[in-house]
Protein backbone atom coordinates (compact mmCIF):
# COMPACT_ATOMS: atom_id res chain seq x y z
CA UNK A 1 0.00 0.00 0.00
CA UNK A 2 1.28 3.18 -0.66
CA UNK A 3 1.78 5.93 1.60
CA UNK A 4 -0.23 9.13 1.10
CA UNK A 5 1.49 12.59 1.78
CA UNK A 6 -1.02 14.76 2.10
CA UNK A 7 -0.43 18.69 2.60
CA UNK A 8 -0.02 20.25 6.02
CA UNK A 9 -2.94 20.51 7.95
CA UNK A 10 -1.97 23.92 8.87
CA UNK A 11 -0.07 25.39 6.16
CA UNK A 12 -0.24 28.94 7.79
CA UNK A 13 1.11 27.43 11.10
CA UNK A 14 3.20 30.50 12.53
CA UNK A 15 2.30 33.28 9.67
CA UNK A 16 -0.01 35.75 9.37
CA UNK A 17 -3.23 34.31 10.34
CA UNK A 18 -5.67 37.39 9.47
CA UNK A 19 -7.30 38.25 5.86
CA UNK A 20 -5.54 40.34 3.30
CA UNK A 21 -5.28 43.86 3.89
CA UNK A 22 -4.21 46.61 1.59
CA UNK A 23 -1.46 48.95 3.28
CA UNK A 24 -2.76 52.21 3.70
CA UNK A 25 -1.28 55.08 1.85
CA UNK A 26 0.07 58.16 3.73
CA UNK A 27 -1.80 61.41 4.50
CA UNK A 28 1.15 63.95 4.32
CA UNK A 29 -1.18 66.85 5.15
CA UNK A 30 -0.58 65.50 8.51
CA UNK A 31 2.65 67.44 10.24
CA UNK A 32 3.81 64.28 11.41
CA UNK A 33 3.93 62.16 8.24
CA UNK A 34 5.42 65.15 6.38
CA UNK A 35 8.22 65.55 8.91
CA UNK A 36 8.90 62.12 8.15
CA UNK A 37 9.05 62.15 4.53
CA UNK A 38 11.88 65.10 4.40
CA UNK A 39 13.66 63.84 7.07
CA UNK A 40 13.96 60.80 4.78
CA UNK A 41 14.41 62.86 1.89
CA UNK A 42 17.44 64.66 3.60
CA UNK A 43 18.82 61.25 4.62
CA UNK A 44 18.58 59.52 1.63
CA UNK A 45 20.13 62.66 -0.59
CA UNK A 46 23.58 61.89 1.79
CA UNK A 47 23.46 58.72 0.16
CA UNK A 48 23.21 59.63 -3.41
CA UNK A 49 26.47 59.01 -5.99
CA UNK A 50 27.37 55.66 -3.55
CA UNK A 51 28.76 52.68 -5.98
CA UNK A 52 26.54 49.44 -6.31
CA UNK A 53 27.43 45.86 -6.70
CA UNK A 54 26.20 43.08 -9.62
CA UNK A 55 25.01 40.24 -6.94
CA UNK A 56 25.22 36.86 -8.84
CA UNK A 57 25.09 33.50 -6.23
CA UNK A 58 25.41 36.00 -3.18
CA UNK A 59 28.81 37.02 -4.48
CA UNK A 60 29.45 41.01 -5.03
CA UNK A 61 31.22 41.78 -8.69
CA UNK A 62 32.26 45.34 -10.44
CA UNK A 63 32.80 45.77 -13.99
CA UNK A 64 34.61 48.13 -16.15
CA UNK A 65 31.25 49.60 -17.64
CA UNK A 66 29.15 51.48 -15.41
CA UNK A 67 25.51 52.86 -15.56
CA UNK A 68 24.84 56.28 -13.92
CA UNK A 69 21.57 56.44 -12.91
CA UNK A 70 20.55 60.70 -12.43
CA UNK A 71 18.02 62.60 -10.78
CA UNK A 72 15.61 63.50 -14.07
CA UNK A 73 14.57 66.99 -11.64
CA UNK A 74 18.54 67.41 -11.55
CA UNK A 75 20.33 65.66 -14.20
CA UNK A 76 23.77 66.79 -12.65
CA UNK A 77 23.07 64.52 -9.88
CA UNK A 78 24.23 61.04 -9.75
CA UNK A 79 21.97 59.00 -7.76
CA UNK A 80 23.76 55.85 -8.08
CA UNK A 81 26.79 54.28 -9.78
CA UNK A 82 25.56 50.61 -11.15
CA UNK A 83 28.11 47.93 -12.40
CA UNK A 84 26.50 46.85 -15.95
CA UNK A 85 26.37 43.06 -16.44
CA UNK A 86 27.01 41.93 -20.30
CA UNK A 87 26.78 38.86 -22.18
CA UNK A 88 29.34 37.57 -20.35
CA UNK A 89 27.97 37.57 -16.69
CA UNK A 90 24.36 35.71 -18.11
CA UNK A 91 26.20 32.23 -17.80
CA UNK A 92 27.58 32.72 -14.15
CA UNK A 93 24.05 34.17 -13.33
CA UNK A 94 22.33 31.29 -14.91
CA UNK A 95 24.43 28.71 -12.91
CA UNK A 96 24.12 30.74 -10.06
CA UNK A 97 20.32 30.71 -10.28
CA UNK A 98 19.96 27.07 -10.93
CA UNK A 99 22.08 26.16 -8.23
CA UNK A 100 19.86 28.01 -5.55
CA UNK A 101 16.95 26.58 -7.40
CA UNK A 102 17.75 23.05 -6.17
CA UNK A 103 17.01 23.80 -2.76
CA UNK A 104 15.21 27.00 -2.75
CA UNK A 105 12.04 24.86 -4.74
CA UNK A 106 11.62 22.13 -2.08
CA UNK A 107 12.23 24.76 0.58
CA UNK A 108 8.63 23.79 1.81
CA UNK A 109 5.98 26.89 1.28
CA UNK A 110 5.30 27.93 4.39
CA UNK A 111 9.08 28.96 4.79
CA UNK A 112 8.77 30.71 1.17
CA UNK A 113 5.85 32.70 2.67
CA UNK A 114 6.92 33.52 6.05
CA UNK A 115 10.60 35.00 4.52
CA UNK A 116 8.33 37.61 2.34
CA UNK A 117 6.58 38.40 4.74
CA UNK A 118 9.57 39.77 6.69
CA UNK A 119 10.51 40.96 3.26
CA UNK A 120 6.89 43.15 3.93
CA UNK A 121 8.09 44.23 7.59
CA UNK A 122 10.87 45.80 6.50
CA UNK A 123 9.39 47.88 3.61
CA UNK A 124 7.23 49.08 6.23
CA UNK A 125 9.66 50.38 8.89
CA UNK A 126 11.25 52.05 6.23
CA UNK A 127 8.19 53.34 3.95
CA UNK A 128 9.21 56.65 3.72
CA UNK A 129 12.97 55.98 3.09
CA UNK A 130 12.17 53.39 0.00
CA UNK A 131 9.71 56.45 -1.00
CA UNK A 132 12.28 58.94 -1.17
CA UNK A 133 14.39 56.98 -3.29
CA UNK A 134 11.96 57.01 -5.80
CA UNK A 135 11.67 60.84 -5.16
CA UNK A 136 15.74 60.90 -6.32
CA UNK A 137 15.66 58.02 -8.60
CA UNK A 138 12.31 58.49 -10.77
CA UNK A 139 10.73 61.67 -9.88
CA UNK A 140 7.63 60.78 -8.38
CA UNK A 141 6.31 63.12 -5.83
CA UNK A 142 5.63 62.08 -2.13
CA UNK A 143 1.97 60.78 -2.92
CA UNK A 144 3.16 58.54 -6.16
CA UNK A 145 6.18 57.34 -4.47
CA UNK A 146 4.33 56.40 -1.24
CA UNK A 147 1.67 54.60 -3.18
CA UNK A 148 4.44 52.40 -5.04
CA UNK A 149 5.92 51.63 -2.07
CA UNK A 150 2.37 50.57 -0.75
CA UNK A 151 1.54 48.34 -3.76
CA UNK A 152 4.78 46.39 -2.98
CA UNK A 153 3.78 45.93 0.68
CA UNK A 154 0.51 44.87 -0.82
CA UNK A 155 2.50 42.31 -2.99
CA UNK A 156 4.53 41.25 -0.09
CA UNK A 157 1.74 40.21 1.65
CA UNK A 158 -0.71 39.23 -0.76
CA UNK A 159 1.35 37.01 -3.21
CA UNK A 160 2.40 34.71 0.10
CA UNK A 161 -1.21 33.82 1.08
CA UNK A 162 -1.44 33.15 -2.23
CA UNK A 163 0.71 30.71 -2.47
CA UNK A 164 -0.48 29.20 0.74
CA UNK A 165 -3.92 28.68 -0.56
CA UNK A 166 -2.40 27.49 -4.00
CA UNK A 167 -0.81 24.95 -1.74
CA UNK A 168 -3.72 23.59 -0.59
CA UNK A 169 -5.35 22.78 -3.91
CA UNK A 170 -7.60 19.79 -4.53
CA UNK A 171 -8.78 18.40 -7.25
CA UNK A 172 -12.78 18.27 -8.05
CA UNK A 173 -13.14 14.53 -7.83
CA UNK A 174 -11.95 11.83 -5.56
CA UNK A 175 -12.12 8.89 -7.22
CA UNK A 176 -12.75 5.25 -5.49
CA UNK A 177 -9.61 3.90 -4.30
CA UNK A 178 -7.61 6.75 -4.94
CA UNK A 179 -5.96 10.00 -3.74
CA UNK A 180 -5.97 12.05 -6.14
CA UNK A 181 -3.97 15.57 -5.73
CA UNK A 182 -2.75 18.43 -7.58
CA UNK A 183 0.04 20.32 -6.96
CA UNK A 184 1.34 23.83 -8.09
CA UNK A 185 5.25 23.29 -8.69
CA UNK A 186 7.90 26.08 -9.67
CA UNK A 187 9.26 26.41 -13.41
CA UNK A 188 12.62 27.47 -12.62
CA UNK A 189 14.89 29.99 -13.64
CA UNK A 190 12.99 33.48 -14.80
CA UNK A 191 13.89 36.49 -16.15
CA UNK A 192 12.41 39.41 -14.42
CA UNK A 193 12.61 42.83 -17.16
CA UNK A 194 10.87 45.25 -14.79
CA UNK A 195 10.27 48.85 -16.08
CA UNK A 196 11.08 52.08 -14.11
CA UNK A 197 7.87 54.05 -14.01
CA UNK A 198 7.21 51.78 -11.05
CA UNK A 199 10.79 51.05 -9.77
CA UNK A 200 9.47 49.23 -6.46
CA UNK A 201 5.87 47.87 -7.57
CA UNK A 202 6.56 46.29 -10.60
CA UNK A 203 9.72 45.06 -9.80
CA UNK A 204 9.37 43.60 -6.50
CA UNK A 205 5.55 42.80 -7.64
CA UNK A 206 7.27 40.25 -9.99
CA UNK A 207 10.11 38.98 -8.13
CA UNK A 208 8.30 38.11 -5.35
CA UNK A 209 5.36 36.37 -7.12
CA UNK A 210 8.47 34.01 -8.70
CA UNK A 211 10.00 33.43 -5.63
CA UNK A 212 7.61 32.41 -3.24
CA UNK A 213 6.41 29.97 -5.89
CA UNK A 214 9.88 28.34 -5.32
CA UNK A 215 11.10 29.87 -8.74
CA UNK A 216 14.76 31.57 -8.49
CA UNK A 217 15.18 34.97 -10.80
CA UNK A 218 17.95 36.96 -12.26
CA UNK A 219 16.39 40.40 -12.38
CA UNK A 220 17.21 43.01 -14.77
CA UNK A 221 15.95 45.77 -13.33
CA UNK A 222 15.65 49.26 -15.59
CA UNK A 223 18.65 51.20 -16.15
CA UNK A 224 16.81 54.15 -15.00
CA UNK A 225 15.79 52.62 -11.99
CA UNK A 226 18.92 50.34 -10.64
CA UNK A 227 19.05 51.47 -7.38
CA UNK A 228 15.65 51.36 -5.90
CA UNK A 229 16.01 47.59 -6.85
CA UNK A 230 19.77 47.74 -5.25
CA UNK A 231 17.58 48.94 -1.92
CA UNK A 232 14.95 45.94 -1.91
CA UNK A 233 17.65 43.26 -3.02
CA UNK A 234 19.09 44.43 0.42
CA UNK A 235 15.58 43.89 1.66
CA UNK A 236 15.53 40.31 0.72
CA UNK A 237 19.21 39.59 1.75
CA UNK A 238 17.43 41.19 5.40
CA UNK A 239 14.71 38.84 5.56
CA UNK A 240 16.82 36.20 4.62
CA UNK A 241 16.16 35.08 0.71
CA UNK A 242 19.29 32.80 0.23
CA UNK A 243 22.22 33.75 -1.93
CA UNK A 244 21.33 33.12 -5.83
CA UNK A 245 17.49 33.27 -5.41
CA UNK A 246 17.38 36.88 -6.57
CA UNK A 247 20.73 37.53 -8.68
CA UNK A 248 20.88 41.46 -9.52
CA UNK A 249 22.01 42.39 -12.98
CA UNK A 250 21.57 45.47 -14.24
CA UNK A 251 22.72 46.04 -17.76
CA UNK A 252 21.30 46.86 -21.20
CA UNK A 253 18.24 45.63 -22.78
CA UNK A 254 19.88 44.66 -26.11
CA UNK A 255 22.65 42.67 -24.61
CA UNK A 256 22.34 40.88 -20.95
CA UNK A 257 18.63 41.06 -21.43
CA UNK A 258 18.61 39.89 -24.88
CA UNK A 259 21.01 36.91 -24.05
CA UNK A 260 18.86 35.90 -20.45
CA UNK A 261 15.86 35.67 -22.59
CA UNK A 262 17.51 33.51 -25.62
CA UNK A 263 19.28 31.26 -23.04
CA UNK A 264 17.85 27.56 -23.59
CA UNK A 265 17.53 27.34 -19.34
CA UNK A 266 15.39 30.40 -18.65
CA UNK A 267 11.97 29.17 -18.15
CA UNK A 268 10.31 31.78 -18.11
CA UNK A 269 10.13 35.88 -18.74
CA UNK A 270 8.12 38.19 -16.70
CA UNK A 271 8.23 41.53 -18.50
CA UNK A 272 6.61 45.28 -18.22
CA UNK A 273 7.78 47.57 -20.88
CA UNK A 274 6.88 49.00 -24.31
CA UNK A 275 4.85 47.39 -26.65
CA UNK A 276 8.09 47.02 -29.41
CA UNK A 277 10.64 44.97 -26.43
CA UNK A 278 7.59 42.83 -25.38
CA UNK A 279 7.02 41.67 -28.55
CA UNK A 280 10.87 41.17 -29.22
CA UNK A 281 10.88 38.99 -26.05
CA UNK A 282 7.64 36.99 -27.11
CA UNK A 283 9.43 36.36 -30.51
CA UNK A 284 12.53 35.69 -28.97
CA UNK A 285 11.30 33.14 -26.23
CA UNK A 286 9.13 31.51 -28.78
CA UNK A 287 13.08 30.21 -30.77
CA UNK A 288 14.02 26.58 -29.10
CA UNK A 289 17.68 26.37 -28.93
CA UNK A 290 19.74 23.45 -28.39
CA UNK A 291 19.53 22.14 -25.17
CA UNK A 292 15.85 23.62 -24.29
CA UNK A 293 13.15 21.05 -23.42
CA UNK A 294 10.47 23.54 -22.87
CA UNK A 295 7.85 26.17 -24.67
CA UNK A 296 9.06 29.26 -22.75
CA UNK A 297 6.22 31.21 -20.49
CA UNK A 298 6.10 34.85 -21.05
CA UNK A 299 3.90 36.30 -19.13
CA UNK A 300 3.93 40.81 -20.55
CA UNK A 301 2.65 43.82 -19.83
CA UNK A 302 2.91 46.03 -22.80
CA UNK A 303 1.15 49.11 -22.25
CA UNK A 304 -1.92 51.41 -23.57
CA UNK A 305 -3.69 53.96 -24.93
CA UNK A 306 -5.87 54.75 -22.33
CA UNK A 307 -9.38 56.39 -22.85
CA UNK A 308 -11.82 58.14 -20.85
CA UNK A 309 -15.28 58.47 -21.87
CA UNK A 310 -17.19 61.57 -20.66
CA UNK A 311 -21.19 61.45 -20.86
CA UNK A 312 -23.37 64.54 -21.10
CA UNK A 313 -24.84 62.98 -17.97
CA UNK A 314 -21.94 62.67 -16.03
CA UNK A 315 -20.71 64.27 -12.70
CA UNK A 316 -19.60 67.07 -14.65
CA UNK A 317 -16.93 68.16 -11.54
CA UNK A 318 -15.71 64.48 -10.65
CA UNK A 319 -15.26 63.65 -14.42
CA UNK A 320 -12.67 66.97 -15.14
CA UNK A 321 -10.82 66.24 -11.81
CA UNK A 322 -10.82 62.17 -12.71
CA UNK A 323 -9.50 63.15 -16.23
CA UNK A 324 -6.79 65.56 -15.13
CA UNK A 325 -5.49 62.96 -12.04
CA UNK A 326 -5.20 60.04 -14.53
CA UNK A 327 -3.65 62.23 -17.38
CA UNK A 328 -1.32 64.37 -15.16
CA UNK A 329 -0.34 61.61 -12.23
CA UNK A 330 3.24 61.16 -12.21
CA UNK A 331 3.69 63.11 -15.62
CA UNK A 332 1.52 61.25 -17.47
CA UNK A 333 3.76 57.88 -17.44
CA UNK A 334 2.11 55.20 -16.42
CA UNK A 335 0.40 52.71 -18.82
CA UNK A 336 -2.87 53.39 -17.25
CA UNK A 337 -2.97 56.96 -17.77
CA UNK A 338 -5.41 58.49 -19.14
CA UNK A 339 -4.17 59.68 -22.75
CA UNK A 340 -7.35 59.55 -24.32
CA UNK A 341 -10.94 62.13 -23.19
CA UNK A 342 -13.53 61.34 -25.46
CA UNK A 343 -16.16 64.10 -24.25
CA UNK A 344 -19.76 64.37 -25.47
CA UNK A 345 -19.93 67.34 -27.96
CA UNK A 346 -23.16 68.48 -25.56
CA UNK A 347 -20.33 69.49 -22.91
CA UNK A 348 -17.27 69.44 -24.80
CA UNK A 349 -16.38 73.36 -24.69
CA UNK A 350 -17.65 73.62 -21.35
CA UNK A 351 -15.84 70.69 -20.46
CA UNK A 352 -13.09 71.72 -22.24
CA UNK A 353 -12.52 75.34 -20.58
CA UNK A 354 -13.20 73.74 -16.81
CA UNK A 355 -10.40 71.04 -17.84
CA UNK A 356 -8.09 73.97 -18.76
CA UNK A 357 -8.53 75.70 -15.32
CA UNK A 358 -8.08 72.36 -13.23
CA UNK A 359 -4.84 71.72 -15.20
CA UNK A 360 -3.33 75.09 -15.47
CA UNK A 361 -3.27 74.70 -11.65
CA UNK A 362 -1.09 72.04 -11.28
CA UNK A 363 2.26 73.30 -9.97
CA UNK A 364 5.53 71.71 -11.54
CA UNK A 365 8.86 71.29 -9.88
CA UNK A 366 11.53 69.52 -8.08
CA UNK A 367 9.07 66.13 -6.56
CA UNK A 368 11.77 66.38 -3.36
CA UNK A 369 9.66 69.50 -2.72
CA UNK A 370 6.28 67.96 -3.18
CA UNK A 371 5.04 69.73 -6.29
CA UNK A 372 1.78 68.72 -7.92
CA UNK A 373 4.04 67.24 -11.15
CA UNK A 374 7.90 66.28 -11.13
CA UNK A 375 10.04 65.76 -14.40
CA UNK A 376 10.00 62.79 -16.73
CA UNK A 377 12.55 60.07 -16.72
CA UNK A 378 15.38 61.50 -18.92
CA UNK A 379 16.20 63.50 -21.83
CA UNK A 380 15.41 60.97 -24.77
CA UNK A 381 11.91 60.73 -23.01
CA UNK A 382 11.49 64.40 -22.95
CA UNK A 383 12.11 64.86 -26.63
CA UNK A 384 9.96 62.57 -27.64
CA UNK A 385 7.04 63.95 -25.64
CA UNK A 386 7.49 67.82 -27.65
CA UNK A 387 7.90 65.70 -30.90
CA UNK A 388 4.33 64.56 -30.43
CA UNK A 389 2.91 67.87 -29.26
CA UNK A 390 4.10 69.58 -32.41
CA UNK A 391 3.22 66.30 -34.75
CA UNK A 392 -0.41 66.72 -33.00
CA UNK A 393 -0.77 70.57 -33.95
CA UNK A 394 0.62 69.70 -37.42
CA UNK A 395 -2.16 67.29 -37.39
CA UNK A 396 -4.55 69.51 -36.40
CA UNK A 397 -5.22 69.48 -32.90
CA UNK A 398 -5.71 72.66 -30.83
CA UNK A 399 -2.95 73.17 -28.32
CA UNK A 400 -5.40 74.26 -25.49
CA UNK A 401 -2.59 74.45 -22.37
CA UNK A 402 1.12 73.66 -22.07
CA UNK A 403 2.98 72.59 -24.87
CA UNK A 404 6.50 72.92 -23.84
CA UNK A 405 9.25 72.49 -21.52
CA UNK A 406 8.66 74.18 -18.04
CA UNK A 407 11.51 75.83 -17.66
CA UNK A 408 11.11 77.65 -14.78
CA UNK A 409 11.46 74.27 -13.17
CA UNK A 410 14.97 74.40 -13.54
CA UNK A 411 17.39 72.33 -15.68
CA UNK A 412 15.49 69.03 -15.07
CA UNK A 413 13.29 66.69 -18.01
CA UNK A 414 10.08 69.23 -17.27
CA UNK A 415 7.65 69.26 -19.52
CA UNK A 416 4.64 71.38 -19.13
CA UNK A 417 1.36 69.55 -18.34
CA UNK A 418 -0.48 69.64 -22.16
CA UNK A 419 -3.79 69.16 -23.32
CA UNK A 420 -4.21 69.11 -27.30
CA UNK A 421 -8.20 69.51 -27.98
CA UNK A 422 -10.22 68.71 -31.20
CA UNK A 423 -8.18 65.85 -32.11
CA UNK A 424 -9.54 63.63 -34.81
CA UNK A 425 -10.05 59.54 -34.61
CA UNK A 426 -6.76 57.80 -35.97
CA UNK A 427 -4.34 60.61 -36.12
CA UNK A 428 -1.10 60.00 -34.25
CA UNK A 429 -1.45 61.57 -30.97
CA UNK A 430 -5.00 59.52 -30.81
CA UNK A 431 -3.15 55.85 -31.62
CA UNK A 432 0.44 56.03 -30.27
CA UNK A 433 1.56 55.53 -26.46
CA UNK A 434 3.45 58.50 -26.04
CA UNK A 435 4.23 57.95 -22.02
CA UNK A 436 3.98 61.90 -20.94
CA UNK A 437 1.69 64.59 -19.88
CA UNK A 438 -0.06 64.95 -22.66
CA UNK A 439 -3.86 64.86 -22.81
CA UNK A 440 -5.84 64.27 -26.21
CA UNK A 441 -9.74 65.98 -26.11
CA UNK A 442 -11.68 63.79 -28.74
CA UNK A 443 -15.20 65.59 -29.50
CA UNK A 444 -18.26 62.56 -29.93
CA UNK A 445 -21.32 62.67 -31.04
CA UNK A 446 -23.01 59.78 -29.02
CA UNK A 447 -22.12 57.51 -26.84
CA UNK A 448 -22.05 54.50 -29.74
CA UNK A 449 -18.92 56.90 -31.48
CA UNK A 450 -17.03 57.27 -27.98
CA UNK A 451 -17.35 53.54 -27.51
CA UNK A 452 -15.73 53.11 -31.47
CA UNK A 453 -13.45 55.40 -30.79
CA UNK A 454 -12.31 54.50 -27.26
CA UNK A 455 -11.93 50.82 -28.24
CA UNK A 456 -10.17 51.89 -31.99
CA UNK A 457 -6.66 51.42 -30.85
CA UNK A 458 -4.82 48.11 -31.06
CA UNK A 459 -4.27 48.66 -26.93
CA UNK A 460 -6.78 47.63 -24.54
CA UNK A 461 -5.32 48.43 -20.72
CA UNK A 462 -7.59 50.72 -18.79
CA UNK A 463 -10.59 52.85 -19.41
CA UNK A 464 -13.14 54.66 -17.63
CA UNK A 465 -16.59 55.96 -18.75
CA UNK A 466 -18.69 58.68 -16.35
CA UNK A 467 -21.68 58.44 -16.85
CA UNK A 468 -25.28 58.38 -14.78
CA UNK A 469 -27.16 56.12 -16.65
CA UNK A 470 -27.12 52.18 -15.91
CA UNK A 471 -27.56 51.18 -19.40
CA UNK A 472 -24.43 52.93 -20.78
CA UNK A 473 -22.83 51.25 -17.74
CA UNK A 474 -24.13 47.86 -18.88
CA UNK A 475 -23.10 48.71 -22.15
CA UNK A 476 -19.67 49.69 -20.81
CA UNK A 477 -19.40 45.96 -19.46
CA UNK A 478 -20.44 44.47 -22.35
CA UNK A 479 -18.57 46.89 -25.10
CA UNK A 480 -15.77 48.37 -23.60
CA UNK A 481 -12.41 46.14 -24.43
CA UNK A 482 -10.27 46.61 -22.21
CA UNK A 483 -8.32 44.72 -18.95
CA UNK A 484 -8.97 47.52 -16.17
CA UNK A 485 -12.76 48.98 -16.71
CA UNK A 486 -13.77 51.83 -14.20
CA UNK A 487 -16.81 53.10 -13.78
CA UNK A 488 -17.02 57.10 -12.39
CA UNK A 489 -13.52 56.89 -11.74
CA UNK A 490 -10.37 57.50 -12.89
CA UNK A 491 -8.46 54.97 -14.68
CA UNK A 492 -5.28 54.59 -12.70
CA UNK A 493 -4.45 53.32 -9.19
CA UNK A 494 -4.92 49.93 -9.63
CA UNK A 495 -5.49 48.50 -6.29
CA UNK A 496 -3.91 45.01 -5.84
CA UNK A 497 -7.06 42.37 -4.68
CA UNK A 498 -9.72 44.98 -5.72
CA UNK A 499 -8.32 45.25 -9.31
CA UNK A 500 -6.21 42.81 -10.69
CA UNK A 501 -3.88 44.66 -13.37
CA UNK A 502 -3.36 43.35 -17.33
CA UNK A 503 -4.61 44.34 -20.44
CA UNK A 504 -5.82 42.95 -23.32
CA UNK A 505 -4.78 42.55 -27.41
CA UNK A 506 -1.41 44.50 -27.41
CA UNK A 507 -1.60 46.07 -23.68
CA UNK A 508 -0.09 42.16 -23.34
CA UNK A 509 -1.16 38.87 -21.70
CA UNK A 510 -3.61 39.82 -19.16
CA UNK A 511 -1.49 38.69 -16.68
CA UNK A 512 -3.67 40.27 -13.61
CA UNK A 513 -1.26 40.94 -11.53
CA UNK A 514 -2.67 41.66 -7.92
CA UNK A 515 -5.30 38.99 -8.49
CA UNK A 516 -6.05 35.33 -7.56
CA UNK A 517 -4.53 33.52 -10.86
CA UNK A 518 -1.42 35.56 -11.26
CA UNK A 519 0.48 32.57 -9.30
CA UNK A 520 -0.68 30.38 -11.75
CA UNK A 521 1.82 31.83 -14.40
CA UNK A 522 4.58 31.13 -12.11
CA UNK A 523 3.55 27.54 -11.61
CA UNK A 524 3.24 24.13 -13.57
CA UNK A 525 0.44 21.71 -12.42
CA UNK A 526 1.10 18.58 -11.52
CA UNK A 527 -1.86 15.98 -11.43
CA UNK A 528 -1.16 13.00 -8.97
CA UNK A 529 -3.32 9.48 -8.68
CA UNK A 530 -2.08 7.41 -6.41
CA UNK A 531 -3.98 3.84 -5.60
CA UNK A 532 -4.68 3.17 -2.02
CA UNK A 533 -6.48 0.13 -1.81
Not at 361 to 381: C, L, Q, R, Y
Request: charged share 25%.
Amino acid sequence: MATVHAPSSSPEAGLHQGPFVNEPLTDFTRDENARAMRAAIDKVRKQLGREYDLVIGGQRIRTAKKIESRNPARPTEIVGIHQKADTEHVEPAMQAALKAFAGWSRTPVEERAALVFRVAEILRDRKFEYAAWMVFEVGKNWAEADGDIAELIDFCEFYPREALRLARAETPVQLPGERDLLQYIPLGVGAVIPPWNFPSAIMGGMTLASIVCGNTVILKPSSDSPTIAAKFLEALDEAGIPPGVVNFCPGSGATFGNAVVAHPKTRFIAFTGSREVGLDINKRAAEVPEGQVWIKRTILEMGGKDAIIVEADANFDAAVDGVAAAAFGFSGQKCSACSRAIVHEEIYDRFLEALKKRVEKITVGDPAENPGMGPVVNESSMKSILRYIEIAQKEGGRLLTGGGRARHAGDGYFVQPTVIADVKPKSTIEQEEIFGPVLAVIKAKNYDQALQIANDTEFGLTGAVYTSSQEKIDRALREFHVGNLYINRKCTGAIVGAHPFGGFNMSGTDSKSGGPDYLYLFTQAKAIGIKVG
